[in-house]
Structures are given as C-alpha cells and as structure tokens.
C-alpha cells in the first residue's frame, strides 16, 4: 500500500482530532507497524528515529536521578557511551558478566545476545530482581526470544538491524506489557520528537513479512561458518550463541582480514541481507580483544561467504602494503 507521508490530517466535524493528526504524535505507516511488532512480541510497541532514540527514551521516561544501572559486560558500546553522557543528570552504570547474577542496581540491562561479545543472560537471576528489567534483543528478535516472557519488562530493538533487514531504515523500538510504562513511553517519546519516519516504519513491515525465513536462513549458514571457523588455524577463538546472524572471532591482525574480503561488505551495523564484518576496536578500545572481527551473516550462498573469509584470512600487512 502506498506510504502516507503527511504530516497533519485534518480534525473531525466536530473540530477534535481524530485517530492521526499530526505525525509526531502517530502516524498511520507507524500505528501498522507498531501493532504487527506488537502481536509479534506480545506486547504494546513504540517505535523511535533509531535504536539509539528508543534505548535514550528508556532511560529519560523510566530512569530517575541518583539511580543506577547494572549494563551487560561486551554489549552495545553505544548504550555504554549513552549512560556516561547521562552522568552529569544523575544517573550511573556499572557493567557486570550478565551470565551471572546482576548486582543491585534500579535498572538491570542486558542484551540477549550482547553485541559483540555474544553472551546471553541468566534469566533465572534476572526474575528475581527487584529492579526493572530492560533487555536490548536486536540480535534475537522475536524468533529466538519472547523476553517479555523470560522477565524483561522493556525489550529494545535496533529495527535498523534484522527486523527491517535491508540496511535501508534507520528505527528503533520499544515493547512492554505495562500500560503506564507504555504511556510514559509514549508521551516522552512524543514530546521528546524522537519519532520514526513513515518510510522506515513501512520498511520495518516489509521485514516483518519475513523475518522468519531470512532468520532461518541466517542462522542455517553463520551456523555453518562457525563450524569452519573453529576448524581454521588463524582464527584463536569463536563466539556464537547458537542462533541468529552474528558472530565475532578472533585473529591476529584483524585489519588485514576485514579490508581483504571482497564478498562481504567491510562496513559497521549488522542484520542485512548483505554480509557485513568489521573489527570493533576501532571503535571500542580495550573493551574488546584487539583482534575480534564481528561478521554478520547475510543471505549469501554459505560456500561463497567461507572463500571470501578463507581468501581474507590467508593475506598478510605486507600484501596489503600496511
């Protein structure tokens, strides 16, 4: 159907605003998507200008001053350097290994896989908590977690990455089952102006349409090159959670290997049709190893992903002349 990119719709007879009315507020490409989000995860779903717009929206509707934040070990850097500019408004985090119990703490934040280090949470830990639980599964999505189920009571996603899965729409959201949290949520979010365009919400019901086929077959082949990875003499070690399109692997000069792939795009983000790998460091620093290369995993045939990374893995500095 054809995206409505108005910006107002005019009010009804009576002179009151109807369901649309002005597009920060909800328009009607957005509303579609936010429903179809919402059944998938079983919840209420928000959806914001990008990943980075829904985890800030988080923080600014539900987080007070003087509170804390328990962040999972190796997440998203960005969520690390979001809380940190947060310092000077009173709020505070602590990383912690999120396989394990979390420790006190007003906010517990996780991500399920984390990004790039791909552990997963203790969900066990996580329903005891008295704090409220906020869990970014981007690299999941629905397919391979219900966190909503498994004591969460935000999730977070970079529909960016999987969801939309072209790497043609920057968007984020929110899903809760907490109606006072949704509005809050919502009323933030809508004052805030941290709104998805209607072009990006039409996107992220194109993914939608089928994510779990691409899911599938995302997972079927990282799967596969993980199994060749482990078996590789350049690569010291592999992480995978055993489900979705990411892995990170480690080899020893992992600049060399990035920018010798031909196949595979040497580009940052995640979750695309098109195979993405890059080495956090650049952007990270000693948060990760030095040498961990994050691949995403695209829809490429498997045996030509595997040439392109073998073909990388074999050149060296000196044939790159760095």
Request: proline share 6%; hydrophobic share 40%; aromatic share 6%.
């Given at each position: 159907m054809p995206?409505?990119?108005s910006?107002?719709?005019?009010?009804?007879?009576?002179?009151?605003?109807?369901?649309?009315?002005y597009?920060?507020?909800?328009?009607?490409?957005?509303?579609?998507?936010?429903?179809?989000?919402?059944?998938?995860?079983?919840?209420?779903?928000?959806?914001?200008?990008?990943?980075?717009?829904?985890?800030?929206?988080?923080?600014?509707?539900?987080?007070?001053p003087?509170?804390?934040?328990?962040?999972?070990?190796?997440?998203?850097?960005?969520?690390?350097?979001?809380?940190?500019?947060?310092a000077?408004?009173?709020?505070?985090?602590?990383e912690?290994?999120?396989?394990?119990?979390?420790?006190?703490a007003?906010?517990?934040?996780?991500?399920?896989?984390?990004n790039?280090v791909?552990?997963?949470?203790?969900?066990?830990?996580?329903?005891?908590?008295?704090?409220?639980?906020?869990?970014?599964?981007?690299?999941?999505?629905?397919?391979?977690?219900?966190?909503?189920?498994?004591?969460?009571?935000?999730?977070?996603h970079?529909?960016?990455?999987?969801?939309?899965?072209?790497?043609?729409?920057?968007?984020?959201?929110?899903?809760?089952?907490?109606?006072?949290?949704s509005?809050?949520?919502?009323?933030?979010?809508?004052?805030?102006?941290?709104v998805?365009?209607?072009?990006?919400?039409a996107?992220?019901?194109r993914?939608?349409?089928?994510?779990d086929?691409?899911?599938?077959?995302?997972?079927?082949?990282?799967?596969?090159?993980?199994?060749?990875?482990?078996?590789?003499?350049?690569?010291?070690?592999?992480?995978?959670?055993?489900?979705?399109?990411?892995?990170?692997?480690?080899?020893?000069?992992?600049?060399?290997?990035?920018?010798?792939?031909?196949?595979?795009?040497?580009?940052?983000?995640?979750?695309?049709?098109?195979?993405?790998?890059?080495?956090?460091?650049?952007?990270?620093?000693?948060?990760?190893?030095?040498?961990?290369?994050?691949?995403?995993?695209?829809l490429?045939d498997?045996d030509?992903?595997?040439?392109?990374?073998?073909?990388?893995?074999?050149?060296?500095?000196?044939d790159?002349?760095?």
């Amino acid at each position: 159907m054809p995206v409505d990119r108005s910006t107002i719709w005019p009010y009804d007879e009576r002179g009151e605003p109807r369901a649309f009315y002005y597009a920060r507020t909800a328009h009607p490409a957005g509303a579609a998507a936010e429903e179809e989000l919402g059944r998938r995860e079983g919840g209420d779903a928000l959806l914001y200008a990008s990943g980075m717009g829904a985890a800030t929206n988080v923080l600014l509707a539900l987080a007070r001053p003087g509170w804390k934040v328990a962040l999972a070990e190796g997440c998203y850097y960005g969520t690390s350097k979001l809380l940190g500019l947060l310092a000077d408004w009173g709020i505070s985090y602590v990383e912690y290994d999120q396989t394990g119990p979390p420790p006190p703490a007003e906010i517990v934040w996780v991500e399920a896989p984390a990004n790039p280090v791909l552990t997963v949470p203790d969900w066990a830990a996580l329903r005891g908590h008295p704090g409220l639980v906020v869990c970014d599964a981007t690299i999941a999505t629905p397919v391979y977690l219900q966190a909503l189920d498994e004591g969460a009571d935000v999730v977070v996603h970079s529909a960016t990455k999987f969801l939309t899965g072209s790497h043609d729409a920057l968007l984020g959201a929110t899903v809760t089952r907490d109606p006072e949290k949704s509005a809050r949520l919502r009323e933030f979010r809508t004052n805030a102006g941290i709104v998805a365009a209607p072009d990006a919400a039409a996107a992220l019901l194109r993914g939608l349409e089928t994510l779990d086929e691409r899911m599938a077959r995302h997972t079927e082949s990282a799967a596969e090159l993980v199994r060749r990875l482990e078996e590789h003499p350049a690569v010291s070690k592999v992480r995978y959670p055993g489900f979705s399109g990411v892995i990170s692997f480690d080899v020893d000069d992992a600049r060399v290997v990035e920018t010798s792939t031909k196949l595979i795009l040497n580009a940052t983000s995640l979750g695309g049709a098109r195979s993405t790998m890059e080495s956090r460091s650049r952007w990270e620093g000693d948060r990760i190893p030095g040498g961990l290369l994050r691949l995403s995993v695209g829809l490429e045939d498997v045996d030509e992903l595997w040439a392109d990374l073998t073909q990388a893995m074999g050149r060296t500095a000196h044939d790159l002349n760095i």
